[in-house]
């Protein structure tokens, strides 16, 4: 039988306890046995009124996840849904690889994130807290006060975790999405629109969540060139980008197509003019944007080889 795993991660006092009383007190458990797995002790505790047909177990190191503790936990406790309350100076990495018995899912993550300490986090345990945000399916900022919510905002989290679903909270509990609307961050009136080289990771967040307003656009661009080891006969040019320290920098590409591209070596600087296309594509696993390229000569590496947010 699979048994589905709700992980929830964050640092102490992110509001990881508040958010699994929450969802216990509106009964997810109420149908279904529940196995409470607690990997830190914060301040606040479980509601026990909330905790009829759940079962808590506490670990005190990481080396103890491992599949058999967990099997041996379901011969126990024989639930039908596990929540993981992830201790958050732990990596979930060893975890979701290889700490799973094969019929435990890991159906959903879940991150909950103190805005007003965001930023001494990012800076002091980057690695830490950027493994939780890129691998979320779902991220709560809570505690935010207008300034932050800007901040945030600022920051361009969508650059960093385009799938998953992200919430501003404020103090009072009331919840607004991250997302404000359909702005976008370029002038769209010209034939010809330039994405200057700083701004190649606004671009592609935009073009990848609103790709129909770029479909049929010409742009202008440097890029460094790539072919596709995974997908062989695939052209895709990107950047770096960095999206809070140097150990995530990651290269970031698009789908491009043009009789002279296979000319050019991998990291070759090109400067491409292009159409853009909505088109299936393997690579994407669904539709995303082709760059139908018209124009491309080398070129000389921007300032900045790397974009930064």
Excluded at 11 to 39: V, W
Excluded at 116 to 129: A, R
Aim: glycine share 6%; aromatic share 10%.
């Amino acid at each position: 039988m699979e048994i589905p795993v709700y992980l929830i991660a964050g640092f102490l006092d992110a509001g990881k306890t508040s958010f699994i009383n929450g969802i216990l007190q509106d009964g997810f458990a109420r149908e279904d046995r529940t196995l409470l797995i607690c990997c830190e002790e914060g301040e606040e505790e479980y509601d026990r009124r909330a905790l009829d047909n759940v079962f808590t177990y506490t670990v005190d190191e990481p080396e103890q996840l491992t599949p058999e503790l967990f099997k041996k936990l379901e011969k126990q406790y024989k639930p039908k849904q596990v929540i993981i309350e992830f201790n958050g100076m732990w990596m979930m990495e060893p975890l979701y690889r290889d700490g799973l018995p094969a019929n435990w899912i890991l159906y959903q993550i879940m991150c909950l994130v103190d805005a007003t300490t965001f930023d001494v986090y990012l800076k002091n345990m980057g690695q830490l807290m950027m493994e939780k945000i890129t691998n979320a399916d779902m991220l709560v900022f809570n505690r935010c006060t207008p300034e932050l919510k800007e901040a945030l905002r600022a920051r361009n989290l969508r650059m960093v975790n385009r799938r998953a679903d992200i919430y501003l909270e404020d103090n009072d509990g009331n919840s607004e999405d991250y997302l404000t609307g359909n702005e976008c961050p370029f002038d769209m009136t010209p034939d010809l629109i330039d994405i200057p080289d700083d701004d190649y990771g606004v671009w592609y967040v935009d073009v990848m969540d609103h790709l129909d307003r770029w479909d049929g656009k010409r742009v202008h661009m440097k890029l460094l060139m790539c072919h596709s080891k995974k997908f062989p006969g695939v052209h895709c040019p990107g950047r770096f980008v960095m999206t809070c320290c140097e150990n995530d920098i990651q290269f970031v590409g698009v789908v491009a197509k043009g009789k002279d591209l296979k000319a050019y070596k991998n990291r070759d600087w090109v400067e491409v003019t292009a159409t853009v296309r909505k088109e299936y594509i393997e690579a994407y696993q669904g539709e995303g944007p082709v760059l139908y390229v018209d124009k491309i000569t080398t070129c000389a590496k921007p300032a900045q080889e790397v974009v930064s947010f």
